[in-house]
C-alpha cells in the first residue's frame, strides 16, 4: 500500500550487488506471502527485469531470483503461466547448471513450483530441457539439492503417462530406487513420492519401478519412526498392487502384505489409508490373492479402522477392502462375517451421521462386493445379529442365506430357534408369492409346526 514495489524495482539494477540481491530477496517474500503480493510482482512488470539479469549475475543474486520466481509461480497456475511467459524457464534451465548447488536448488525449487500446477505447465518445463538436469541433480552429494530434485521429478509425473514416461527415459528410475534407503526422512519422503507418481499411470510405468527392485526394500520404509515416510511408502506400495494380478502377486512374495499389515496397527489416522486401499486392490484381483490378505490376518486390523477411525473416508475405505476380501466364495465371505464386522457395517449404513460415501461402501446391499459376502456366507451366527436390526431391503438376503443353510444343518436349526432368529422372520411382513415369502416358508418348513407357531 506504500508502493515499495515500485520502489524495490528500480534497486534490481542497482550498482552494487549486494543491494540487487536483498531487493530480489524483499520481492520475493512479499510474493510469498499471498496471490495479491505476487500479482502485484507480475503486473509492475519485475519479472522481465529479474530473468535479463539472470544470466550475468552472481550466484547469491541467482538464487534470489530464482526464489522470486518460485513465491509468484505457487500460488496459481495463471501466476505461474506468467512466469513461463517472460522466459524464465530458460534461465532457470540454465541456473541447473551452475557451479553452485544452492543456484541448482533455487532453480529446481522453482521449476517444481511451476510444474504442480497442470500438465500444460508440467510439459512447458519438460520442453525448457529442465528434465535430466534435474536427475542430474539427484545425483549431488547434497540432501538438500536431492530434496529438492526428488520433489520436482514427483511434481512433472504426476500429471500424466507421458510426463511420467519423460522421467523414467531421463533415467530417473534408478536412482530415486537406490536413495529409499537413505537415512534422511525428508528425503525418503519425496523419493517415495515420485516413484509413486510415476508408477501410479500405467501397468507399463508401475513395472519399470517395480523392477528396479524396489521390494522388499521399501518396506522398511513402512516401519519408519516419520509419519509421512510410512505414508509415502504404503502409498507407493499401492500404486503397484493396484494395476495387475502379477504385481500385486509380486509384492505379496516379497512379504508386502505382513508388512502393509503391521503399518496399520501401529498407526493411526490418514496414515492408513493407502495400506488400507492397498489390501483391498490386492484381494480384489483374485481368490488366492484374497486368501493370501485372510491368511496374513488382514481382517481384524481393518476392522479395527472401522470402530478406532474418526474420519468417515478411511472408515468407508476399510468398508470397501473388506468387501473386496470376502466377495469371491463362501470361504472367503465366512472369513470377514466371522470377524463380527457386518454388524458394525449395518450400524454405520443406518447411522444418520456417516456421510454419504460411507453409507454406500459400508451398504451390505447397495455396494456388490458387501453384498455378494452377505449371499454368499453360509456363517449364520454372523448373519444373526443383523435380522433384529436389517431394513427391509436387507432382509432379504440374509432370510435368503438362512434358507439356504437351515435345511442341511441340524445344529444351526436348533441355534435359530434358541437365538430367536425363528420369531423374528415370523415377524417380518412379506408380500405373498415374493421372493422374501419363498424363503421364509423355506424356513419354517425345517420346523413342525407347533414350533413356527
Partial sequence: NSGVMSLLRPLLLDVVPTIQQTAALALGRLANYNDDLAEAVVKGDILPQLVCSLSEQNRFYKKAAAFVLRAVGKHSPQLAQAIVQCGALEMLVMCLEDFDPGVKEAASWALGYIARHNSELSQAVVDAGAVPLVVLCIQEPEIALKRIAASTLSDISKHSPELAQTVVDAGAIAHLAQMILNPDAKLKCQVLSALSQIAKHSVDLAELVAEAEIFPVVFTCLKDSDEYVKKNGATLIREIAKHTPELSQLIVN?????????????????????????????????????????????????????????????????????????????????????????????????????????????????????????????????????????????????????SKVLPHDSKARRLFVTTGGLKKVQEIQAEPGSLLQEYINTINNCYPEEIVR
Fill in 254 to 402: 516379497a512379504g508386502g502384505i505382513a508388512a502393509v499389515i503391521d503399518c496399520i496397527g501401529s498407526c493411526r489416522g490418514t496414515v492408513r489409508l493407502p495400506g488400507i486401499m492397498m489390501l483391498g486392490y490386492v484381494a480384489a484381483h483374485s481368490e488366492s490373492l484374497s486368501m493370501a490378505v485372510i491368511v496374513s490376518k488382514g481382517i481384524p486390523p481393518l476392522c479395527a479402522c472401522l470402530i478406532e477411525e474418526h474420519e468417515d473416508h478411511i472408515k468407508a475405505a476399510a468398508a470397501w477392502a473388506l468387501g473386496q476380501i470376502g466377495r469371491h466364495t463362501p470361504e472367503h465371505a465366512r472369513a470377514v462375517a466371522e470377524a463380527n464386522v457386518l454388524p458394525t457395517l449395518l450400524a454405520m449404513h443406518t447411522d444418520i451421521r456417516s456421510s454419504e460415501d460411507l453409507k454406500i461402501k459400508a451398504s451390505i446391499f447397495t455396494k456388490k462386493a458387501l453384498k455378494n459376502i452377505l449371499q454368499k456366507c453360509t456363517y449364520l451366527p454372523a448373519l444373526e445379529p443383523l435380522l433384529h436390526d436389517a431394513p427391509p431391503n436387507i432382509m432379504k438376503h440374509i432370510v435368503g442365506q438362512f
